[in-house]
């Protein structure tokens, strides 16, 4: 059973920057696509990036340029960093891992972004 734990949220000032790990328990290699989203309150969830296995990555439209993306196989854990915050980016992130296989979808249980000064 593959599970994901985010780590890195909590409150960030507009303009700085933003750091989230997620951490895969089982192989990071049955995983086909790795990939963050987040909701705001009172709206759908969006994609912020999603990278596959063969190196191609996605990013959400009110991402786009200010998101990096990037897996570390030796630790089980992949990351994104999300620069020149703006409080529109205030939501809960989530790391989503799709099986390549199976299909199977895991997702992480999300930790609390709040841009605000």
């Known amino acids: 059973q593959v599970q994901l734990v985010e780590s890195g949220g909590g409150l960030v000032q507009p303009g700085g920057s933003l750091n989230l790990s997620c951490v895969v328990s089982?192989?990071?290699?049955?995983?086909?696509?790795m990939g963050w989203y987040r909701q705001a309150p009172g709206k759908q969830r969006e994609l912020v990036a999603a990278?596959?296995?063969?190196?191609?990555?996605v990013y959400g439209d009110s991402t786009k340029g200010r998101v990096t993306i990037a897996r570390e196989n030796a630790k089980n854990t992949f990351y994104l960093r999300l620069n020149n915050l703006k409080p529109a980016d205030t939501g809960v992130y989530s790391c989503r891992g799709v099986a390549g296989f199976t299909g199977a979808d895991y997702w992480g249980q999300g930790t609390q972004v709040t841009v605000s000064s």
């Open positions: 089982g192989s990071m290699f049955d995983l086909g696509r």
């Open positions: 990278t596959t296995n063969l190196g191609r990555t």
